[in-house]
């Protein structure tokens, strides 16, 4: 590190906007605010099921009900995805 140009304020609004980016991208109300206008219609007039979506994705990661990494297989299973 260059401590000739370190600025420990600096460092603390870099973590403050890491931190706020951190939460945004975890924020449910930011899920969609990147999406297609199109996209977004489609699911408020119930034409793409978000849940059956959501799904596949915790299947497709491997993840059980609350998270937890069970594996590929187990997941499906416990999904009642085929």
Request: glycine share 6%; charged share 25%.
């Amino acid at each position: 590190m260059n401590t000739r140009n370190y600025n420990p304020a600096q460092d603390g609004i870099n973590a403050a906007r890491q931190e706020k980016h951190d939460s945004d991208y975890a924020n449910p109300e930011f899920l969609f605010s990147v999406s297609k206008s199109s996209l977004v219609c489609d699911i408020a007039n119930r034409q793409i099921d978000v849940v059956e979506l959501a799904k596949q994705e915790m299947a497709n990661r491997g993840l059980g009900l609350n998270g937890e990494w069970v594996g590929f297989e187990k997941a499906k299973k416990i999904w009642n995805l085929n």
